[in-house]
């Protein structure tokens, strides 16, 4: 019955392949600098190869019979002797498709999915809009998938970067490239700039990191090592993979270990792993407290709570405690991030998310009912103390670059749904210098500011040279709908006087008045 059900959808997968159409290429400018997208956690589509036959499917994204293929495919052992997480089934190699000049891995992750096929939208969104632009596949834009189960610094991951960068250099005829990297894609970035700083200054450009964890994701990273993580939201996590088998997967993952929050930043607010627990004291009496671990100590809970934890593969049950060993790896990846600097002649841009309530501390159990086993804390829910970010990384995180950047800023949204967000998509083609130049746009505030009027007088009076200026100008916003709209009206007002004296020397006065209406200040400058 299995059998034959897996052949079912075999089948409905060929034929949604077949029924879809090719989108044609717009407009194509040439002159464009080659880009390359990095994506972050689960952001790449992975196969499993068989390696008798050399058959191949597609393990991850997928909605069909996905619980089944993570399971069989992808859940997997750390070995400490290589730093590399391993398929627990030996007969299989988990690939990344590198179709359409590696888009195809980024771009929808699960290309089956008919309905609600935007909850696996990736840069999809991004590549739509950068074709308009001009871009083209295969010549100025190019995607970068990997596998996010591995260490951000992997030699096999760091080799395959390099060998990308050189790739696509050659085919844009020796132009530098733009790298936009998303979440943990940023960490991947930065660790091979930091390993292979002579090979990043040789081929990068720009590098633009949109949400990137650089400090960690505390809040997000601690409940998913006691709770497991869901990949999508709403409707669709009941057709896709459980909490719990996404939690077997990850606790073997060098990845998730390295996006911890990071223990020597100095954070604002330290982010805490909190428990109810009841103590006894000297007096004999017992009391319910409430206990505060910061980073560095939550590590013993994390231990606590999983020291039984268990998976069963093909018929034997495997223990997956927390493990120490590729908590050694990740501490050491840290301290490859932390002392990574960017190149003089790369310039760095920093886009984070903003006005979402992100989890920076948990805490579990209450005064009314104390955590009393920690081994049950994987089967409590947790409650959360939150700050400003994306719903996944803290502003605070993501802005901590530790680099020197061009300009950081912040645009609200959600952690993967700001790469489909069209202040972001003006802000790309502005950096990029993409499309139509618009010299007045500003990325900060996301307004642009074009003149309306222009009158410039010059006359002589008692043997002094004037010069007046008038200016208006216009500030054009748009809106959450995309919609024009009108901020408001500036007016800019300069007089210039000049006096030659004996001598040929020279004397000159300068003010400006600048007036904007419904506002009573006015601001002036003399010099």
């Known amino acids: 019955m299995a059998i034959l059900l897996e052949e079912v959808l075999r089948s409905v997968e060929l034929w949604l392949s077949l029924i879809k159409k090719p989108q044609p290429q717009p407009c194509v400018n040439p002159n464009l600098d080659p880009v390359l997208l990095v994506p972050g956690v689960g952001g790449s589509i992975l196969h499993a190869v068989n390696d008798s036959d050399g058959n191949h499917e597609r393990v991850w994204v997928r909605f069909l019979s996905a619980e089944y293929k993570l399971k069989t495919k992808l859940w997997s052992r750390y070995d400490?002797?290589?730093?590399?997480?391993?398929?627990?089934?030996?007969?299989?190699?988990?690939?990344?498709?590198?179709?359409?000049?590696?888009?195809?891995?980024?771009?929808?992750?699960?290309?089956?999915?008919?309905?609600?096929?935007?909850?696996?939208?990736?840069?999809?969104?991004?590549?739509?809009?950068?074709?308009?632009?001009?871009?083209?596949?295969?010549?100025?834009?190019?995607?970068?998938?990997?596998?996010?189960?591995?260490?951000?610094?992997?030699?096999?991951?760091?080799?395959?970067?390099?060998?990308?960068?050189?790739?696509?250099?050659?085919?844009?005829?020796?132009?530098?490239?733009?790298?936009?990297?998303?979440?943990?894609?940023?960490?991947?970035?930065?660790?091979?700039?930091?390993?292979?700083?002579?090979?990043?200054?040789?081929?990068?450009?720009?590098?633009?990191?949109?949400?990137?964890?650089?400090?960690?994701?505390?809040?997000?990273?601690?409940?998913?090592?006691?709770?497991?993580?869901?990949?999508?939201?709403?409707?669709?996590?009941?057709?896709?993979?459980?909490?719990?088998?996404?939690?077997?997967?990850?606790?073997?993952?060098?990845?998730?270990?390295?996006?911890?929050?990071?223990?020597?930043?100095?954070?604002?607010?330290?982010?805490?792993?909190?428990?109810?627990?009841?103590?006894?004291?000297?007096?004999?009496?017992?009391?319910?407290?409430?206990?505060?671990?910061?980073?560095?100590?939550?590590?013993?809970?994390?231990?606590?709570?999983?020291?039984?934890?268990?998976?069963?593969?093909?018929?034997?049950?495997?223990?997956?405690?927390?493990?120490?060993?590729i908590l050694k790896w990740a501490n050491k990846t840290r301290e490859i991030l932390s002392s990574a600097k960017l190149p003089s002649h790369v310039k760095f841009y920093n886009?984070?998310?903003?006005?979402?309530?992100?989890?920076?501390?948990?805490?579990?159990?209450?005064?009314?009912?104390?955590?009393?086993?920690?081994?049950?804390?994987?089967?409590?829910?947790?409650?959360?103390?939150?700050?400003?970010?994306?719903?996944?990384?803290?502003?605070?995180s993501a802005k901590a670059d530790g680099l020197n950047a061009e300009a950081r800023v912040g645009i609200p949204g959600e952690h993967r749904g700001i790469l489909c967000d069209p202040h972001l998509f003006r802000i790309l083609k502005h950096w990029l210098k993409a499309g139509d130049p618009d010299p007045f746009y500003n990325p900060l505030n996301d307004y642009v500011i074009l003149p309306t009027a222009f009158e410039v007088e010059r006359y002589a009076e008692k043997g002094l040279e004037v010069e007046t200026l008038k200016e208006e100008w216009e500030i054009i916003s748009k809106d959450q709908d995309d919609q024009i709209n009108t901020a408001c009206e500036l007016s800019l007002s300069s007089l210039s006087v000049s006096h030659e004296g004996a001598n040929q020397s020279c004397s000159e006065a300068h003010t400006t008045v600048i007036v904007q209406p419904g506002n009573e200040e006015c601001k002036m400058s003399m010099t």
């Open 80 to 325: 400490p002797s290589t730093g590399k997480t391993v398929t627990m089934d030996a007969n299989s190699t988990i690939k990344i498709p590198e179709d359409r000049h590696g888009l195809y891995a980024i771009d929808i992750l699960d290309p089956d999915l008919v309905i609600g096929s935007e909850s696996v939208y990736y840069f999809h969104d991004m590549i739509v809009e950068m074709r308009k632009w001009g871009y083209q596949e295969g010549t100025t834009i190019f995607g970068f998938g990997y596998d996010f189960r591995q260490s951000n610094r992997l030699q096999e991951t760091m080799d395959r970067f390099a060998a990308k960068l050189e790739l696509v250099y050659d085919a844009a005829g020796g132009k530098k490239i733009n790298i936009i990297s998303h979440s943990m894609g940023g960490l991947l970035v930065k660790c091979f700039m930091g390993l292979h700083c002579d090979i990043f200054e040789k081929y990068v450009k720009n590098w633009i990191a949109i949400a990137a964890p650089f400090q960690g994701a505390p809040g997000c990273i601690n409940y998913t090592f006691l709770n497991g993580m869901s990949f999508v939201d709403g409707w669709e996590q009941n057709l896709f993979i459980s909490k719990w088998s996404m939690h077997q997967l990850l606790i073997e993952c060098p990845s998730i270990y390295e996006l911890m929050g990071c223990p020597d930043f100095h954070w604002q607010h330290i982010p805490l792993l909190e428990l109810w627990r009841e103590r006894q004291h000297p007096d004999g009496k017992s009391r319910i407290i409430l206990e505060s671990y910061p980073p560095r100590d939550s590590i013993e809970i994390f231990k606590q709570a999983l020291v039984n934890n268990t998976v069963n593969y093909d018929g034997e049950e495997i223990p997956l405690p927390f493990n120490l060993e």
């Open 351 to 396: 886009i984070y998310g903003t006005n979402l309530e992100t989890a920076h501390s948990i805490c579990y159990g209450s005064e009314n009912k104390p955590v009393s086993d920690l081994q049950q804390l994987c089967h409590l829910q947790a409650k959360y103390v939150c700050v400003d970010g994306d719903g996944t990384v803290p502003v605070e």
